[in-house]
């Protein structure tokens, strides 16, 4: 058995990272100001996206797009329950109606076939969310919005660096990513608002920071333009410096973690394939770069005689450290209680939600760390 603990994620930081940070510590500056302004600039050149606005999370993007947006009491918001918690929790805050669409059993992303019958004339916009590091295929989400006139923003919390068809996510429409220190590349905690829309990209700047109709630092100014005043009342969002810094050189090795979470999870891919009682998300079918956020297996609990949890439970006696990604938001205490789903109404999101399993996976692992991974599993199901 392993000594120590593999956790199933762990950011990778350098030393130059660390020295990054440390130069803004002692600059005189900490919070948003020109680190930020500079590390927005190269994401929105990585992703070719038309604009792009640093956040202090995801969630924070998401609050930013529904106010920006003007949704609330009365309209209807589709997204998968496969998915985190925080878009749900923030369609019922703006007091809209959260609509769930299930997804493919096999990649946990939606399409537009099973979209379309959750559309209405309440629905106002579709939260696709690409999963684990892979693409959600979106030419026909697109056509599905355009021909209905919805609002389309993709959950790209996994997809820093995932291609679809050849385009960047977030080269294209409205893309939220997060910096959270499990996902692909991290600022601590923080998040990035992609758009081509010019109006809402200027509607998220300013609602951003308190609504006031400048920016958090004011290169002239050299600090924030104290005659500001607010223009609508706003939120408060904004990146710090401490936080870009480290943004910055991460988004200068995503390309490099991708690289090294593609080996690993191929690896993965061989050693498990002998292992019956565990099924990997397959490979979707069309064009793209997977940035292998996340390596889910679903454990098949008939043939295995265990529970997920227990099988988890024991992994971690091994020291092997493991992740749900997700439980299904609609099963969870509020949303059973509230909105009161019958059980099997997303039988693809439930079947997984009982069986999925998120095995460790993160740039600093070596391959002898998947083989304890797998000789753990091995034991485990042996018994
Ligand atoms: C992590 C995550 C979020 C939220 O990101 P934060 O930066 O933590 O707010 C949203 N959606 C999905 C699918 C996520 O995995």
Redesign the pocket.
Same mark, same amino acid.
């Given at each position: 058995m392993r000594k120590d603990f593999l956790p199933f994620s762990r950011p990778s930081i350098s030393e130059e990272e660390i020295a990054a940070v440390d130069e803004v510590l002692r600059s005189g500056w900490i919070t948003t100001g020109p680190k930020t302004a500079g590390f927005e600039e190269m994401f929105h050149r990585y992703c070719g996206a038309g604009g792009a606005v640093a956040l202090s #999370?995801?969630?924070?993007g998401?609050d930013l797009l529904l106010a920006a947006l003007d949704i609330g009491p009365g309209d209807e918001v589709v997204t998968p329950s496969m998915?985190?918690v925080?878009?749900v929790n923030l369609i019922v805050r703006h007091g809209a109606t959260p609509v769930f669409a299930d997804v493919d059993r096999d990649t946990l992303m939606v399409n537009a076939e099973l979209l379309k019958p959750c559309l209405s004339e309440f629905t106002r916009l579709i939260v696709p969310?690409h999963f684990a590091g892979a693409a959600v295929d979106m030419g026909p989400i697109r056509r599905l919005a355009a021909d209905n006139r919805i609002h389309l923003a993709e959950?790209a919390?996994?997809a820093a660096g995932t291609e679809y068809r050849g385009e960047k996510i977030g080269r294209r429409g409205t893309a939220i990513f #997060?910096?959270?220190p499990?996902?692909n590349m991290t600022t601590g905690?923080?998040?990035m608002f992609c758009s081509d829309a010019p109006a809402l990209l200027d509607r998220v700047r300013r609602l951003k920071f308190h609504g006031l109709g400048v920016d958090a630092y004011d290169r002239r100014q050299q600090g924030r333009s104290p005659q500001a005043e607010v223009l609508e009342p706003g939120y408060k969002y904004n990146m710090t410096d401490i936080a870009a810094a480290l943004g910055t050189g991460q988004l200068g090795r995503l390309d490099s973690f991708i690289a090294r979470r593609t080996e690993l999870a191929q690896y993965y891919l061989e050693r498990l394939a002998t292992v019956d009682e565990l099924l990997p998300l397959a490979m979707p079918a069309w064009e793209q770069r997977h940035a292998w956020h996340l390596f889910i297996v679903r454990l098949d609990i008939d043939r295995a005689g265990i529970s997920r949890n227990s099988f988890m439970a024991e992994l971690q006696k091994k020291n092997i450290g493991t992740g749900i990604?997700f439980r299904a938001v609609h099963e969870q205490k509020y949303y059973r209680e509230t909105l009161k789903l019958p059980p099997g109404i997303l039988p693809a999101t439930e079947w997984n939600s009982e069986r999925i399993c998120s095995l460790p996976l993160f740039p600093a692992m070596t391959m002898d760390d998947v083989d304890d991974v797998v000789a753990a599993i091995k034991e485990v199901l042996v018994r």
């Open positions: #999370s995801a969630t924070g998401m998915t985190w925080s878009t969310v959950d919390a996994h #997060s910096f959270h499990i996902k905690e923080g998040g990604h």
